[in-house]
């Protein structure tokens, strides 16, 4: 090891320098410093939004998983000239299009189109009373939540959150 290293039975618990060993060369970018070499197995990382929609969807997947992995995710939302959500009307009740992946969003509008991103979490936050949303319009595993599942998706977080 590089450095120094407490040694408990040092002079009064002093620091002492500790040579290198032989035949262990330094970690590259480590500095040998106090410094933990990453581990071996990496964590393996959560699905992406769009694989929980597809996992959803087709039901291997339960609701409560569903919404930790949408809480933490990025959402794309096409937006207009003014801030805010763009809704369509012409449906039973107002939705707001949303997608998983930009990719997803340039789909439904086009390659130019105007966008922004926010956390699941947000759009749970930010949604108007009243709206549903519509995950990957376009996509294969399209998904509506209606205003009414939005507020049990609303009742989920604050659960959540405050027990």
């Given amino acids: 090891m590089y450095g120094y290293e407490r040694t408990p039975g ?12 032989q035949g262990m060369p330094p970690q590259a970018g480590m500095g040998g410093y106090g410094q933990q070499a990453p581990p071996l197995y990496p964590e393996p990382s959560p699905p992406s939004l769009a694989d929980a929609v597809r996992a959803f ?8 998983d569903f919404q930790q992995i949408f809480a933490s995710s990025k959402v794309y939302c096409p937006r207009g000239d003014n801030p805010g959500f763009l ?45 549903g949303f ?7 595993h399209r998904m509506v939540f209606d205003a009414k599942a939005v507020e049990q998706m609303v009742d989920f977080a604050m659960r959540r959150m405050y027990g």
């Fill in 10 to 21: 040092g002079a009064g618990g002093q620091q002492q320098y500790a040579p290198p060993q």
């Fill in 134 to 140: 519509v995950l990957d319009m376009e996509g294969e």
């Fill in 57 to 64: 969807t087709t039901g291997s997947m339960s609701a409560e």
């Fill in 87 to 131: 809704a369509l009307h012409n449906t039973q009740q107002p939705v707001i299009p949303m997608f998983t992946t930009l990719k997803e969003l340039r789909r439904y509008a086009g390659k130019e189109s105007k966008y922004f991103v926010i956390t699941g979490a947000e759009v749970i936050d930010l949604l108007p009373t009243g709206y």
